[in-house]
């Protein structure tokens, strides 16, 4: 027999699901909610607590404030059957037909779909090893683009352990009856790396992201490192007053087998004159010949080779004797000890060059990494060279979409076990659902993606929905007039604004009373928790005076988009869209 109690506490009070709406700086006027009646008949999608609930059938309604239960003076069999319908439509409910618990893990180790919900999601349990799913973004708009400049989903995969683990034979799917819907390439993760995989439905083969090869002080590390940063390098130098070498004794200095034995040896980077290099030659010195010798022990796979320079003034690089690349210098061929550069160019920031398509040269075993440190002349105040090697992952694109809806992702292992999963709710664009890094199995939500590192920002239990609008619509007014910005939320957020046109961040002015208008203003406001944002900037333009007769269009831009967009000859793509 069920306990009646236990049928009533399948149906507790929900929390209202309709969001507060005012106007930040005056009381809040809550919006009536549903009846508790209406409460109990509400979608299991709608609920806040991120389980499903089922009201058992009935005829009349008691109005408890506690529990959605029949009225007193019902049969004891009428009562016994409504209780046994509701068991059994609970236990439909969560997933336990066809051999599966409530709690979505079955007999065969498989979860079952699940319910989408917008609160906190289920997971099948901590991952069965070191590689895991980390954290997803299923409605990307404002956050990182893939290496084509498309917004796209992403799924963020993690190796804990401190080992590197090679990729190839691992899967996604959506689908278990389609183990393999998704194949992940034959590269390799490092120990404590991260991953991103782009779930943009496309069959193609990623390229590096967009950032990837732009000049920083503060490079994205290698995924894999080949010739480190200040490293030793055997080097001969060029000008002033050098004798030690000639031109014919420096003859094939860029090939393998060259005979170095005579050559300096010391770390990078190598120069004068900058007070920052870690081997320090004589002032006037124009050229660097150095060379270093790394070991490759395995195949790089779909990894990217990428050569990172830090020069003053140019140089030229030769892996295992063949050019692959170069700046401002002036020979097409082998640089020797009287080159110089073409240009003059400053040191400080790193530059990096995608040398995949000389990764044909690499050979297992010894290789040889030789660059020409040029400067442009004698009396040049000073010479920098400080090389680097190594790979970056290349963009993975899964050829299926994540659902914003809802869904359950699963990686695959190669002897096709579920290695862990994820059984998600409906999203909130631009707020992504990752793994807290304290634990193994908890998920949260996070107002600020990080994509390609640890889930270290603040995280909250469900999603923040927001949406700001400017009251009145109007984009003319009468001086004196006032204009408010109205917020509908499910939870108290802080709005700034800018008065100039710039986008707000977490320093701009805070809104708590209507504003009142002097004169023509370009307003831009946007809600935040903390100092992160939540939701989309809004803008209202106000034309302050004399009201026009004709149709307005008022387009806001940064003065450089203004200028810069009409630079693209094409007038195609995304070089020629600006935000506005």
């Not at 006027?29 to 609920?47: F, I, K, M, S, Y």
């Not at 046994?84 to 979860?111: E, H, I, N, R």
């Not at 400067?375 to 963009?395: E, F, H, M, R, Y």
């Not at 034309?543 to 200028?563: M, N, W």
């Amino acid at each position: 027999m069920i306990d009646a109690q236990a049928a009533e506490q399948s149906c507790p009070r929900q929390q209202s699901m309709f969001p507060r709406i005012g106007v930040v700086g005056r009381p809040r006027r809550e919006v009536q909610g549903p009846t508790d009646r209406e409460r109990c008949d509400a979608h299991p999608d709608n609920l806040s607590d991120g389980a499903s609930h089922v009201i058992s059938p009935r005829n009349t309604y008691s109005g408890s404030d506690a529990f959605c239960r029949p009225a007193d003076g019902i049969s004891t069999e009428g009562l016994v059957m409504r209780v046994l319908l509701t068991f059994l439509l609970v236990v439909m409910a969560c997933g336990c037909d066809d051999g599966l618990l409530p709690g979505g893990v079955g007999s065969a180790g498989l979860p079952s779909s699940g319910h989408r919900s917008t609160g906190p999601p289920p997971t099948g349990g901590p991952p069965t090893g070191d590689l895991r799913l980390n954290e997803l973004l299923a409605s990307n708009r404002r956050g990182r683009r893939d290496d084509q400049g498309r917004s796209s989903d992403w799924i963020e995969i993690h190796n804990s352990g401190n080992q590197p683990l090679q990729l190839g034979g691992f899967h996604l799917t959506d689908d278990l009856k389609d183990l393999d819907k998704w194949a992940f390439p034959n590269s390799r993760i490092s120990a404590g790396g991260y991953q991103l995989i782009w779930m943009s439905g496309s069959t193609q083969h990623g390229g590096l992201p967009p950032d990837a090869l732009k000049p920083s002080k503060t490079p994205t590390p290698f995924e894999t490192t080949l010739v480190k940063h200040g490293a030793n390098w055997k080097y001969a130098l060029g000008g002033a007053g050098q004798k030690s070498f000639t031109n014919k004794s420096v003859k094939g200095w860029t090939a393998v087998d060259f005979d170095d034995s005579a050559f300096a040896v010391g770390p990078a980077g190598i120069g004068y004159g900058d007070d920052d290099d870690a081997t320090t030659v004589p002032d006037g010195t124009t050229v660097v010949l150095a060379r270093h010798t790394f070991t490759l022990n395995e195949p790089l796979g779909s990894q990217a080779l990428i050569l990172q320079v830090d020069y003053d003034d140019g140089f030229a690089a030769y892996l295992n004797g063949t050019r692959v690349a170069a700046a401002s210098c002036r020979d097409e061929e082998e640089p020797n000890l009287d080159s110089l550069a073409k240009d003059s160019h400053d040191a400080g920031t790193a530059e990096r060059f995608d040398l995949s398509k000389h990764s044909e040269l690499l050979r297992p075993g010894k290789n040889v990494l030789a660059i020409a440190g040029l400067n442009i002349s004698k009396g040049s105040s000073d010479l920098s060279l400080a090389p680097a090697l190594g790979t970056l992952a290349t963009a993975s694109h899964a050829n299926f979409r994540l659902k914003k809806s809802g869904n359950t992702l699963y990686l695959i292992s190669p002897e096709e076990k579920i290695v862990d999963q994820i059984r998600y709710p409906k999203q909130v664009t631009d707020q992504s659902l990752g793994r807290v890094p304290s634990t193994r199995s908890t998920w949260r939500y996070f107002l600020t993606p990080s994509p390609g590192s640890s889930n270290n920002g603040p995280h909250r239990n469900r999603p923040i929905k927001s949406r700001l609008s400017f009251d009145p619509e109007s984009t003319a007014f009468k001086p004196g007039e006032d204009i408010r910005i109205l917020q509908q939320s499910d939870t108290d957020l802080d709005i700034r604004f800018t008065s100039d046109g710039s986008a707000p961040d977490a320093s701009s002015r805070l809104y708590r009373d209507p504003i009142t208008l002097g004169e023509t203003t370009l307003f831009r406001a946007a809600a935040f928790s903390g100092r992160e944002q939540v939701g989309d900037i809004v803008t209202a333009t106000c034309l302050v005076g004399r009201r026009p007769t004709l149709p307005i269009l008022s387009i806001s831009l940064k003065p450089e988009d203004f200028v810069d967009v009409h630079l693209q000859k094409s007038g195609k793509g995304r070089g020629s869209e600006r935000p506005a």
